[in-house]
């Protein structure tokens, strides 16, 4: 991601700008993890700039998981909490919710205005692929491996559920793998 460029390349490196002007900055496209979300937090927002660490795809048509900017405290690597009318849930592989505090798969069990309605001339593939009957054929498959905070209620974005190791029966994201890597001294 360019936050990891920008920490490795003297270059692209934010002491080299004067950002003076910056009242916030944001992340999208991928889950950061808490070690870069730190790095971002000082040296591009000189730790007095909120960071709206966002959630939403392509296919969600907006934001649906985003802190509000100077009302949602935030934490490093979790993007918070959905927007209002946002019905985001962590459920387990039957659609079932799972506890606050367990990993699982992140799902919206309500419409939303901007939703995807349809893969063009392929009804069937949408089904399959946005509302699968593993989970009951209600619920808005995101394919992202989810846990909630248990004591906030924060959503934290593991990675893509086709991008996790199984270990022992636990299973990896790789936003997991990359902060234990990146935290470990070499």
């Not at 935030?74 to 918070?80: F, L, R, Y």
């Not at 959905?82 to 798969?105: C, H, K, R, S, Y």
């Not at 022992?168 to 935290?183: C, F, K, N, P, Q």
Request: glycine content about 12%; aromatic content about 8%; proline content about 8%.
């Amino acid at each position: 991601s360019l936050i990891k460029a920008a920490e490795a390349d003297d270059k692209v490196h934010p002491k080299s700008y004067d950002l003076s002007s910056l009242r916030i900055i944001g992340t999208v496209g991928e889950p950061i993890n808490p070690e870069a979300w730190m790095w971002y937090h000082k040296h591009v927002g000189q730790e007095r700039c909120p960071i709206v660490d966002t959630w939403w795809q392509t296919e969600t048509g907006g934001h649906m998981i985003t802190p509000l900017p100077g009302a949602t405290p935030t934490v490093p690597g979790s993007c918070t909490l959905p927007l209002p009318g946002i019905m985001a849930a962590v459920v387990d592989e039957t659609g079932q919710d799972v506890p606050n505090g367990q990993g699982g798969i992140l799902v919206v069990k309500r419409p939303w205005p901007a939703m995807i309605r349809t893969i063009w001339g392929d009804p069937e593939r949408f089904k399959k692929s946005y509302y699968p009957e593993e989970l009951g054929g209600r619920l808005y498959l995101a394919g992202d491996g989810t846990v909630r905070d248990k004591d906030t209620g924060y959503f934290t974005i593991m990675g893509r559920i086709d991008d996790v190791l199984n270990v022992s029966g636990h299973r990896l994201g790789t936003m997991e793998i990359e902060s234990a890597l990146v935290s470990h001294e070499l």
